[in-house]
């Protein structure tokens, strides 16, 4: 189990004054195996952290809860297969 400071509100190449002026905790509490740039999300692969912003404001990318019940899934932290990040 392991603490994650991330921005509020988290957004891809987030600029502008707010970034990273509050800030919120997660906690990981499983091996992640979603990845977000592709559907592989059997078995257990090297997975890395996808980060919301280059430089020292950048923070964990915080993905929003789907919808509830059945097959939703709750507020996340954002991770990819090494494999899948290494082709951006």
Not at 21 to 29: G, P
Not at 64 to 70: D, F, H, L, V
């Amino acid at each position: 189990q392991s603490t994650v400071e991330v921005n509020v509100p988290s957004k891809i190449g987030g600029t502008g004054e707010d970034m990273g002026k509050k800030r919120d905790l997660m906690t990981v509490e499983e091996r992640p195996m979603e990845c977000i740039l592709c559907l592989h999300s059997a078995g257990y692969h090297a997975m890395h952290p996808l980060y919301d912003t280059c430089g020292k404001e950048g923070r964990q990318y915080v993905l929003k809860a789907t919808k509830s019940g059945i097959g939703g899934k709750p507020r996340r932290l954002a991770w990819v297969h090494t494999l899948c990040a290494q082709m951006l």
